[in-house]
């Protein structure tokens, strides 16, 4: 399907780059030759921003020369020519197989930010009602639910979950989730992975609450459980469909490996309805033809017309098919189970450290890819400035209380966990 697309328009593919070799998705350091990263450096912060690996790179540089050489045509008929040419359906084929959920059900955006900001700001709440969510939360999702709120009305009620990792348990997380939730509680916000933390909820099982709740609800009452997904979606087994909540926004620009500017929103089926889409799309024909007939669209809403509309950087928004594909062939369970175990190096080494606080718990059940703590006597800041001094590139959370921040992923060795350790207990 691919292969096609990079000759629609009479297009020459480029040369690819002959130096890596084949891709063997069994074989981490093939895995890790697929990457462009600087072999002089620990890179110990891939929650942040992924280095695509080839095939992904490849396939962006395919449509990026198909465009340079006939952009009109290439867009024309990958977009919008034939419904089963429309390459955007093709991507939400393939985030909807790594979903577990349907490609309608699949909306297209450019980050977890946007993705948040148009549930939020299309789900629009009785002057009663609230969104019930934690203290955890990062700015810009928070920022989305103050920025509805501000427009249309309703409130805001914040809770905190655990006071430290000691803290974390499934039973004592749902128990203040449910002893928090009102008659008034429309929207429950939650975050899968605290990137100030490191803390990975039990977001099924908080999912689970909330069908129980909802069985006495009415419809217009009932809980709509949104998840801010981005440090799960990638380095978890769990399959989003799996989850239990009724929205669920990433960027596939983090553990996907996708490219930059690229992200999704799933939706349980039929939850779309409740939303009154935000930026016009140019992905589906109801609302276009609806304007041209001089009428309002008709029917329910769709996740395609809440995908936004414009002339995004397409190029990177299709070769997001590669990174699912590229993901899908290491196989969800061995990323996890990859993800746990260099990280899970991490946290015993720092825990063996006088100096050191973890904020994120032992139990890889209640951590994922983020490895967050404290070094007494040292400001954040200067603890990640000396790191990367020594080549080991680490980040300092940018909350309102800044930790240490690692983050090891599939292109990390163990030898890099014991680098970053090394340099760590240099901190006296």
């Not at 197989?97 to 699949?106: P, S």
């Not at 709120?149 to 348990?169: E, F, H, M, T």
Request: net charge neutral; hydrophobic share 45%.
């Amino acid at each position: 399907m691919i292969a096609s697309l990079a000759n629609a328009g009479g297009a020459a593919v480029p040369a690819q780059d002959e130096t890596v070799a084949a891709f063997d998705p069994g074989d981490w350091a093939s895995v890790q030759a697929q990457f462009k990263l600087s072999p002089e450096l620990v890179h110990i912060s891939n929650f942040f921003l992924a280095s695509n690996p080839k095939p992904v790179r490849d396939a962006m540089a395919r449509h990026r020369q198909a465009f340079d050489e006939n952009p009109y045509t290439y867009l024309e008929d990958n977009m919008f020519a034939k419904p089963e040419d429309m390459v955007w359906r093709k991507v939400c084929e393939a985030a909807a197989a790594y979903t577990g959920g349907r490609a309608e059900d699949i909306a297209l955006t450019t980050s977890t930010t946007q993705g948040l900001a148009m549930v939020y700001n299309g789900l629009k709440l009785a002057p009663e009602q609230e969104i019930l969510t934690t203290s955890h939360e990062w700015y810009t999702h928070d920022e989305a639910m103050r920025l509805a709120v501000a427009k249309w009305g309703g409130s805001i009620r914040r809770i905190d979950l655990y006071q430290g990792p000691q803290d974390v348990s499934v039973e004592a997380i749902v128990a203040r989730i449910e002893a928090a939730i009102r008659p008034s509680t429309r929207i429950l916000a939650m975050t899968w992975v605290h990137s100030g933390t490191g803390v990975r909820l039990p977001v099924k099982e908080i999912g689970d609450l909330v069908a129980r709740l909802n069985r006495d609800r009415t419809e217009a009452q009932r809980i709509i459980y949104v998840i801010d997904g981005v440090h799960g979606f990638g380095c978890s087994e769990a399959q989003v469909a799996s989850l239990g909540c009724d929205f669920f926004s990433a960027g596939t620009h983090k553990w996907i490996l996708g490219p930059h500017g690229t992200g999704v929103v799933w939706a349980r089926e039929g939850q779309w309805a409740h939303i009154i889409p935000t930026i016009p799309t140019i992905m589906a024909a109801e609302p276009a033809n609806a304007w041209r007939q001089e009428r309002a669209p008709q029917g329910d809403t769709q996740a395609a017309w809440v995908s936004p509309g414009g002339f995004l950087a397409f190029e990177n928004q299709w070769a997001l098919i590669e990174a699912f594909q590229f993901v899908e062939k290491i196989g969800r369970k061995r990323i996890a189970d990859r993800v746990a175990e260099l990280n899970g190096q991490l946290k015993e080494g720092l825990a063996k450290l006088p100096n050191v606080y973890l904020h994120t718990p032992q139990a890889a059940q209640f951590s994922a890819g983020i490895v967050c703590c404290d070094v007494k006597g040292w400001a954040p800041k200067d603890v990640v400035a000396k790191l990367k001094a020594q080549n080991i590139i680490a980040s300092a959370t940018p909350y309102r209380h800044s930790t240490v921040r690692f983050s090891a992923g599939i292109v990390n060795t163990s030898q890099d966990i014991d680098k970053t350790l090394q340099a760590m207990r240099t901190f006296a």
